[in-house]
């Protein structure tokens, strides 16, 4: 199995109630449902307010590398990750457990 984590920071002057970032947020929650390689999945906004805190984070697990890339390569992955690029910078992980 493949662990993928995302940590997201929220870009200088954008707030977690704009429009497009909750949208953008609500495209990444439904992944879950929408797409076959994902064996875990969950995502949401941290709730500490620590200065080096990321702002949203994605905990998710494929069955390997090949449906690791099915699953950035996804239609639905492509189009909210573009959602997240107008606001935000992420760190990925991948790691095998």
């Not at 997201?8 to 949208?23: I, S, T, Y």
């Not at 069955?63 to 950035?72: F, Q, T």
Request: hydrophobic letters at 45%; glycine letters at 4%; aromatic letters at 14%.
């Amino acid at each position: 199995m493949i662990r993928h984590l995302v940590l997201f920071k929220l870009n200088e002057g954008v707030q977690r109630d704009e429009p497009r970032v909750v949208a953008g947020a609500e495209a990444f929650r439904a992944l879950g449902g929408q797409i076959d390689e994902l064996r875990f999945w969950e995502c949401d906004w941290n709730i500490t307010d620590r200065p080096i805190a990321y702002d949203f984070a994605i905990n998710s697990a494929v069955e390997d590398v090949a449906a690791l890339k099915r699953y950035v390569d996804h239609p639905a992955h492509q189009s909210a990750a573009a959602q997240w690029r107008e606001f935000a910078t992420w760190v990925i992980a991948d790691y095998e457990f």
